[in-house]
């Protein structure tokens, strides 16, 4: 049962896993030197006689998670038929960086402007920028808080997003169920207490103990239809932001399908972040399937990262193509199943705005908060009202129900 | 009855089928590579899809002690390692105080086995008669990332260390069940050291297999309506909660407590329960979608007579 093949045969197994590894590294798999290690062991344990058996031993070993099965079933059955084919596949696999926002040229700004530094117009000009930034007064920094980011010409826009990139976003923290020693603590933590006593003997002098706290895990969802693309890019720069300094951060983008944008946020750079965001995502400033958008949420990852009583922000002007067609159902099963969950809606911006669509009034209902999502103030607002515990649940729909009950009249 | 590791992946099919497990030879390939290379096995899958069963299975037939870590949040060493029993520590002292015994000899009485109260994860590393025992983690994205990490620690090496006391290194490694519903991902370091495994649902055949050795008291017609009901269930694009293997089982045995011998509308509103645990869904089914289901269903064991 041991691969107990010729020493050269051997060789070349082990040399066409370690490339079967590079392979599947190509394609995106996590396969560390570690794995390809624990592959030939494997390996060695079933044997090569029976090709599924080898299969699974491999899948075992390579595959972490299941939607990496698909790309290791493939990559598997192209490689070990033939080595060579996998390459030349990959090569025509391998996603072009088609990109239909009109500003994805400005997403490489940077690099532009690294590129461009040799050429001396260029550099005065963008020095003569950053004296304007400077002598920006008090003033003007208070109208581009409340200048609406639809209306803001492309600098402002620029200074717009170095704000929200400082804006600290700060959750209020739940309690865990977890202690630690706290000289002002509820509870007595005994083991402390006992070694206490051991080194001083006598007097028993209780140590004690607290419930930690730590901020909840947040998920955004955003919405990036065309009705929306105005504030899109300056969103993601806000979820970047938010996404950064903190672990338990999810990111979900919307139009008429749903894309998870968490892993490509983690990249520090935010122009390189959004550029990998922006490969990933095909339905830029198309239209709206909020209802159908919301049931793949629902199903494929409400379970897996909506425990531990998320804060779900749910950024969207509630236009839906689909009239609201099985929204409320899904809007209420996603609030279920969160702590609080937060409608930032750039439309309620207008003093007479009213919840007129259909897609709007089947939202409302369900969320604990309605806030608006326009210019740096509301952020700032938004800010300061997580940092806060949220309002009784439900808050928006009570605010809103006289509303909703005229228009259903 | 303890019994060596099986030799190969037909055998390790064969173990499992000796403890009525009913699985696929890819899960037997993953068992078989944890068992023989001593590494942890990582099962993923939804909510009843058997994955508890695989560990429970284990320990019977090859006659090892069963040691079950339920996590939870905020689960801590001093519920899933060890913890000292401080009341007696406490009256140990007082008894000390009272017969002059120096500091010394106290702190080294008391910090002794014997005030030791040990959790699932030592007591997994313990030798025991019938050879290194099964360790099921279960439901592991329950616990917090903290934990995590300190499993890390625990089945890279096999060992834990107690600071008055000193390490405990298992002498043979305990065959460990890792199982998680994915309500969170778990750190890619952790799956890295195990072999990881997803349960899916059954296919139809396997799960008639399972239901004949899990409910044996279920007429043979009634099995096959019963399965195939559940896997049109499964193909529903918009249920929320997708029935697990445990409630195929459990409709069936429902269906046999209320002496039905063929599914029926009726019988299938009535018992609906069973099946699907969300009121959303229930209300989706019962009814004309469930009559619909089931005509599909009648129609096609007809046809494959």
Known sequence: MEGASSPREGGQLLANLMYFARALRAAGLPVGPGQVLNAVEAVRQVGIENRADFYWALHAVFVNRRDQHDIFDQAFHIFWRNPKLLEKMMGLLLPSLSVADPEAQEMNRRLAEALAEGQPGKTREAEQEQEFDAAMSFSEREVLRRMDFEQMSNAEMARAREAVRRLALVLAESPTRRFAVNPRGARIDMRATLRAQLRSGGIIALKRKNRVSRPPPLVVLCDISGSMSRYTRLFLHFIHAVARDRGRVHAFLFGTRLTNITRHLHTRDVDEALDRVAASVEDWSGGTRIGKSLAAFNRRWSRRVLGQGAVVLFISDGLDRDGGAGLAREMERLHKSCRRLIWLNPLLRYAGFAPKSLGMRAILPHVDEFRPVHNLESLEALAEALKRAGPRRLDAAQHWRPELEKRAG | ?305
């Open chain 2, 1 to 305: 009855m303890p019994s060596a590791p099986p030799a190969s992946v037909s055998d390790t099919l064969a173990l499992l089928g000796r403890g009525s497990y009913v699985a696929d030879r890819s899960l037997a390939t993953a068992v078989h590579l944890a068992l023989s290379l001593k590494r942890p096995l990582f099962l993923e899958g939804e909510a009843g899809t058997g994955k508890t069963e695989v560990a429970k299975v284990l320990a019977e037939v090859l006659g090892r002690k069963l040691i079950r870590l339920q996590c939870y949040e905020g689960l801590d060493v001093a519920s899933a390692v060890y913890e000292w029993n401080y009341a007696r520590q406490m009256i140990e002292i007082r008894l000390a105080e009272s017969g002059r015994e120096s500091k010394d000899t106290v702190e080294e009485e008391i910090f002794s086995e014997k005030f030791l109260i040990e959790r699932p994860l030592l007591l997994a590393l313990k030798p025991d008669l019938a050879g290194p025992p099964v360790l099921l983690i279960d439901e592991l994205d329950r616990a917090d990332e903290p934990f995590e990490a300190y499993l890390l620690e625990v089945l890279s090496d096999f060992q834990v260390s107690i600071p008055e006391l000193g390490t405990v290194k298992a002498s043979a490694p305990p065959i460990v069940v890792i199982t998680s519903n994915r309500t969170r991902e778990i750190h890619d370091a952790l799956k890295r050291r195990c072999f990881y495994y997803w349960i899916d649902y059954p296919s139809a055949e396997r799960e008639l297999a399972i239901l004949k050795l899990k409910a044996p008291g279920t007429a043979a017609a009634l099995s096959r309506e019963v399965v195939a009901f559940v896997q049109k269930l499964r193909a529903t694009p918009d249920l929320f909660k997708l029935p697990g293997i445990a409630e195929t089982i459990d409709w069936a045995h429902a269906l046999s407590q209320l002496d039905v011998l063929a599914l029926t509308p009726e019988a299938i509103n009535d018992t609906l329960g069973v099946l699907l645990k969300y009121q959303d869904d229930i209300a989706r089914i019962q009814g004309s979608e469930a009559e619909r289901l089931l005509s599909q269903v009648k129609a096609e064991l007809a046809g494959a007579k």
